[in-house]
T-cell receptor, first 116, second 115 residues
Framework: GAVVSQHPSWVICKSGTSVKIECRSL??????MFWYRQFPKQSLMLMAT?????????EQGVEKDKFLINHASLTLSTLTVTSAHPEDSSFYIC????????????FGEGSRLTVL | AQTVTQSQPEMSVQEAETVTLSCTYD???????LFWYKQPPSRQMILVIR??????QNATENRFSVNFQKAAKSFSLKISDSQLGDTAMYFC????????????FGKGTHLIIQP
């Protein structure tokens, strides 16, 4: 079964609202979680890296005030898209690392965000 | 910065044939990891195979194998006895850490297995 759960799998919201996406590791403690964005017919682009209890590290060009990441526990990271706009419509995927330096890398099932 | 290049946007082969997907990368690191991921229409990312750069032996997982040429910075994926269920997007990915760093993905190859 899945070791990483992402919720919701699909969300539709109005422009200007905020949306929270959760990423949970089910059977292990995730030392590091990564958030990716995938536009239609494109590849995955890393948005940010988060470690439990510390601030997330954002990739260049990603607005940290717009994409709020909270990694409050070793099993949960959340991505909040604040004041979402149609251009934020995308597929958001989390990936977690378990264990040490060569830990396995697991992807969530992804969350499709559609902003009207 | 690392880059990953997949030069084949789409490939189509007949069922049971062998197909090779190409991937090249650019890095100044000496220790790194390379991956091939499969993304079916469900969009779930599925790890196909992983290669540690310090290992000379090419990784193999059942019908999937890689040809890792470190000097040439090439990492191709060979799928033997292709099956209809292999139809998907395939992404080559690189990380300079053991997973502590983010993955850099290629643009992907859409593989279609024809019956």
């Amino acid at each position: 079964g899945a070791v990483v759960s992402q919720h919701p799998s699909w969300v539709i919201c109005k422009s200007g609202t905020s949306v929270k996406i959760e990423c949970r590791s089910l059977d292990f403690q995730a030392t590091t979680m990564f958030w990716y964005r995938q536009f239609p017919k494109q590849s995955l682009m890393l948005m940010a890296t988060s470690n439990e209890g510390s601030k997330a590290t954002y990739e260049q060009g990603v607005e940290k005030d717009k994409f709020l990441i909270n990694h409050a526990s070793l099993t949960l990271s959340t991505l909040t898209v604040t004041s979402a706009h149609p251009e934020d419509s995308s597929f958001y995927i989390c990936r977690v690392q378990a264990g040490g330096y060569t830990g396995e890398l697991f992807f969530g099932e992804g969350s499709r965000l559609t902003v009207l | 910065a690392q880059t990953v290049t997949q030069s084949q946007p789409e490939m189509s082969v007949q069922e049971a044939e062998t197909v090779t997907l190409s991937c090249t990368y650019d890095t100044s690191e000496n220790n790194y990891y390379l991956f091939w991921y499969k993304q079916p229409p469900s969009r779930q990312m599925i790890l196909v195979i992983r290669q540690e750069a310090y290992k000379q032996q090419n990784a193999t997982e059942n019908r999937f194998s890689v040809n890792f040429q470190k000097a040439a910075k090439s990492f191709s994926l060979k799928i033997s006895d292709s099956q209809l269920g292999d139809t998907a997007m395939y992404f080559c990915a690189f990380t300079s850490g053991g997973g502590a760093d983010g993955l850099t993905f290629g643009k992907g190859t859409h593989l279609i297995i024809q019956p």
